[in-house]
């Protein structure tokens, strides 16, 4: 018996790691498994990324960079700042980091002391409550609603803003792909200054929007905190590289960090990340593919008669509200599994308290997988 553990290891797993286990124990007893379940694009970095790592490590390029990241890809990133929003972000404002995950664990350490206060809206994202509990940081919930993209808009953020330390907002959202309006972000901007409330923008989703392109919240707000990452739009899952970018008082207290908990974020994948700026074209590509995915997809659904999704108009998710067919979305996954091959994420991950009524089902793969996934869900709702 090994013992005692923390309190705070005691975070949920994520249930859609369980789903994809049962569906590769199936793929591999020869059973024809459609992914739905997991959150990567089925992209792979573009080649000059794939290039410029592989003669990175035949120079020997291995070693440690500064915890801040090497200084081209810093400025190889500012220069997007610029070329993607026309927004100037110097290279001393931005620290890259082992992912969007990595630079959560610096930023809410750099920001928050235990038992701060940060809101968050649900569903959303688990890691961030994960994070931050395993912090010691309070996470407040706000429920989100379908009129307003369950975002954390700040009409629902007024009534728990008197001792609020932090709101968290990703925009397009994670599971569901809702994005919010670019007035609504500009009053969350202004309140959250007013209030001395620090705003976290997870900009990871960001170039995979359908309808606007989404503004950096660094445009808005010069003291405004920043996480993106290479993982989504350019197709860098596990390569395990994002940044932070913020004030200089907030760079350098996450580079304190960094040297202590990481010393830096992975050498090779750096190298490559400098490549992938010059890649916009394929990475668009990419995005357009999605977004016709999620047009055959969303059609299916309504044709087969799951009428309520969440509106989404970036990401690669829909959200699907199951509740006409099943009472818990985990049996609904498990059934789906069992008779179609069919595997998706059940919505209790992203929110504890209304998941049961929803799944996440991700449409970044091929159009054939999108196209036999609605064929496989007509087939299921006639049984
Ligand atoms: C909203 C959101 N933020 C952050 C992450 C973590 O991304 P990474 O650590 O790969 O950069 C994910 C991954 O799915 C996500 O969906």
């Known amino acids: 018996m090994f013992g005692k553990l923390s309190k705070r290891s005691n975070v949920p797993q994520f249930h859609a790691m369980g789903v994809l286990a049962e569906a590769n124990r199936q793929a591999a007893l020869g059973r024809d498994i459609l992914h739905l379940e997991v ?21 020997g390029r291995t070693g440690y960079t500064e915890a801040l990241g090497l200084p081209e890809l810093r400025r190889a990133i500012a220069t997007h700042y610029q070329d993607f929003y026309g927004v100037d972000v110097e290279p001393e404002r931005i620290i890259v980091t082992t992912g969007a995950s990595g630079a959560f664990i610096l930023v809410f350490l750099a ?16 890691a961030y409550r994960s994070i931050l509990a395993a912090l010691g940081i309070e996470v407040v919930t706000i429920p989100g609603a379908h009129d307003s993209a369950y975002q954390p808009v700040v009409d629902l953020l007024e009534p728990v803003a008197a001792d609020l330390d932090g709101v968290i907002l990703a925009s397009p959202a994670n599971p569901t792909g809702s994005v919010m309006p670019e007035p609504e972000l500009i009053r969350l901007v202004a309140f959250c200054r007013e209030r001395n409330i620090r705003l976290v923008a997870d900009e990871i989703y960001h170039g995979i929007a359908y309808e606007a392109a989404c503004p950096t919240v660094l445009g808005l707000d010069g003291e405004a905190v920043v996480v993106n990452s290479f993982s989504k739009y350019f197709a860098m899952t ?36 400098c490549e992938v700026f010059g890649c916009y074209a394929e990475l668009d590509a990419h995005v357009e593919r999605y977004r016709a995915n999620r047009d055959v997809l969303l059609a299916g659904l309504l044709k087969s008669g799951f009428r309520k999704v969440a509106a989404a108009d970036g990401a690669f998710y829909l959200y699907v509200d199951v509740s006409d067919f099943a009472d818990d979305s985990f049996e609904f996954a498990r059934q789906l599994l069992q008779d179609e091959g069919l595997a998706v994420a059940p919505g209790v991950d992203f929110d504890r308290e209304r998941g049961h009524r929803f799944v996440r089902m991700s449409y970044s793969g091929a159009p054939e997988t999108i196209r036999e996934t609605v064929n496989r869900l007509g087939n299921w709702t006639l049984r």
Do not use: H, K
């Open 39 to 59: 959150g990567e694009p089925d992209a792979r970095a573009p080649a000059r990324v794939r290039d410029a790592a592989r003669a990175a490590i035949a120079a």
């Open 238 to 273: 596990g390569w395990r590289l994002g940044w932070v970018a913020g004030p200089p008082e907030l760079i350098e207290a996450a580079e304190r960090l960094a040297m202590n908990f990481f010393l830096c974020a992975p050498t090779v994948a750096q190298v490559g990340a």
């Open 111 to 126: 920001l928050f002391d235990p038992g701060a206060r940060v809101a968050l809206a649900s569903p959303g994202y688990p």
